[in-house]
């Protein structure tokens, strides 16, 4: 898994370190994978962090390659410009 930022909240709180496989096994739909599904799910993971107001994730026209799991704040979605 590569870290590429420091988690915070807005009022600066720095996010409690989890382990992955953990996180995962205690939310749906992963709380019901067999250990080897989590295994293979957390070899795939790619931590990041995002600051407030940071664009995450910028194309609109190609297929996603990617699932995205927010473990605390918000995103908003926009397609040109709309919300």
């Known amino acids: ?3 590429l930022g420091r988690g915070s909240t807005s009022a600066g709180k ?3 370190p989890v382990a992955p496989r953990a996180f995962l096994a205690s939310h749906a739909p992963f709380d019901s994978f067999s250990a ?3 295994d293979r799910v957390e070899r795939a993971l ?3 962090f995002a600051a407030r ?3 995450i ?3 609109q026209s190609a297929p996603g390659d990617a ?3 927010v473990r605390k704040g918000r995103v908003r979605l926009e397609r040109d410009g709309e919300l």
């Open 36 to 38: 080897q599904a989590l």
């Open 57 to 59: 994730f910028a194309r």
């Open 1 to 3: 898994m590569n870290e």
């Open 14 to 16: 720095a996010l409690a």
């Open 46 to 48: 790619e931590m990041r």
């Open 67 to 69: 699932l995205w799991i």
């Open 53 to 55: 107001g940071e664009t």
